[in-house]
């Protein structure tokens, strides 16, 4: 079995780069932490937020999950997200998918998975809401990444119906939701949802989303 010690290695470097090149870096991290976003994305190990958005530590606020869910009774994603609404003030919120969620593919192939599978109930919620426009794709990776772009759609829904986004939305709180896909593949970042800025924006970017995407 690895050790971490080429870990505590790393780390060391990576301490020793961050001060050469910002002396008070780790002094203004301490004091404080004003990350304008906030990304829900996927446990997957190849996904991480800060690097693919080229951001350093304290410039992005961080929630992940198996399959970038956001359930209306995870206290876990809405605590996240009340915290970085209401106490950091964040501006944007981003609900991150990406191709090749072993999650999503797991709900396509109908493969039992575990314990996770009382997870993936919700990714298999949005596939079944969408059964006419899956099955009319022939090949189970094109059902994949569509499954894919569909669940950060409803995502996306998911976080404008929040208590936490409607309250902060009343009170004038600029919050914008977004609806974005990672291609493991070229490493791009795709819209899937424009920005949502308030509940009249909610229900018709929805549709607007699902059109974007050939589906009526």
Known sequence: MCGIDPLLGNNRNWSARCRAEDPKFFERL???????????GCSDSRVPANEIVGLRPGEIFVHRNVGNLVVHSDLNCLTVLQYAVEVLKVEHVLVVGHYGCGGVR???????????????????????????????????DERADRLCELNVIEQVSNVCRTTVLRRAW???????????????????????????????????????????????
């Open 30 to 40: 301490a004091g404080q932490q004003a990350p304008r976003y906030l990304w829900i």
């Open 106 to 140: 797991a709900v396509v192939d109908e493969r039992r998975t575990g314990l996770a599978d009382n997870w993936l109930r919700h990714i298999e919620d949005v596939a079944r809401k969408h059964e006419a426009r899956l099955e009319a794709l022939r090949e189970p």
């Open 170 to 216: 009343e009170r004038g709180q600029p919050v914008e939701v977004h609806g974005l896909v990672y291609g493991l593949r070229d490493g791009l970042l795709r819209r899937v949802s424009e920005g949502v800025r308030g509940p009249e924006a909610r229900d018709s970017g929805y549709v607007e989303a699902l059109s974007a995407l050939g589906i009526p």
